[in-house]
T-cell receptor, first 112, second 115 residues
Framework: DAKTTQPPSMDCAEGRAANLPCNHS???????VYWYRQIHSQGPQYIIH???NNETNEMASLIITEDRKSSTLILPHATLRDTAVYYC?????????????FGKGTHLIIQP | DAGVIQSPRHEVTEMGQEVTLRCKPI?????LFWYRQTMMRGLELLIY????????DSGMPEDRFSAKMPNASFSTLKIQPSEPRDSAVYFC?????????????FGQGTRLTVV
């Protein structure tokens, strides 16, 4: 699986959009971009995933650049409960579910 | 479904003792994963099962660690004998067997302290 690079920490004001970047310059054509987050003292939680098109769900939006070498997770209206470590993960689309490889992630702190 | 259920939530044990962590995956899920999380190493995959069969245990740190899945609704991770460096939060996760996308659902974790 391709390696990802994320800033170690970010701040965002409550109510504003939080934009979390991820670099994955070695991503290959069949690899997806996944985002998970881990709120303090809880297990990781799936947020969203995509291949090359932008994606949106009830939690967030995922913007993937045309060359797929980077992506941005957008939380449109951040709340205090969005304070967490956010992990960007790149992995293939093969059948089944080999384990996800978590890096250090970005610690997002939402300020009141 | 109540999600992935792990027990106990907290475990404190003395060095040298046997520790058993338990996990009940989401009903119908074909894959089960055990992870360990520490400040130094982050989240590490220890082992995963597909249809109760261990597929990849390359992340298991040493022979003191063993994992079993006797049926589709139960798995254990055992450490014998335990050491202080085993102190960590251990997570269990499960997912469906679908081609392409698989969302892993994690339990609340077991915080293990070995003194």
């Amino acid at each position: 699986d391709a390696k990802t690079t994320q800033p170690p920490s970010m701040d965002c004001a409550e109510g504003r959009a939080a934009n979390l970047p991820c670099n994955h310059s070695t991503i290959s054509g069949n690899e997806y971009v996944y985002w998970y987050r881990q709120i303090h003292s809880q297990g990781p939680q799936y947020i969203i995933h995509g291949l090359k098109n932008n994606e949106t769900n009830e939690m967030a939006s995922l913007i993937i650049t045309e060359d797929r070498k980077s992506s941005t997770l957008i939380l449109p209206h951040a709340t205090l409960r969005d304070t967490a470590v956010y992990y960007c993960i790149v992995r293939g689309s093969g059948g089944g579910a080999d384990g996800l490889t978590f890096g250090k992630g970005t610690h997002l702190i939402i300020q009141p | 479904d109540a999600g992935v259920i792990q027990s106990p939530r907290h475990e404190v044990t003395e060095m040298g003792q046997e520790v058993t962590l338990r996990c009940k995956p989401i009903s119908g899920h074909d894959y089960l994963f055990w992870y360990r999380q520490t400040m130094m190493r982050g989240l590490e995959l220890l082992i995963y099962f597909n249809n109760n069969v261990p597929i990849d245990d390359s992340g298991m740190p040493e022979d003191r660690f063993s994992a079993k899945m006797p049926n589709a609704s139960f798995s254990t991770l055992k450490i014998q004998p335990s050491e202080p460096r085993d102190s960590a939060v251990y997570f269990c996760a499960s997912s469906l067997d679908t081609t392409g996308f698989t969302e892993a659902f994690f339990g609340q974790g077991t915080r293990l302290t070995v003194v």
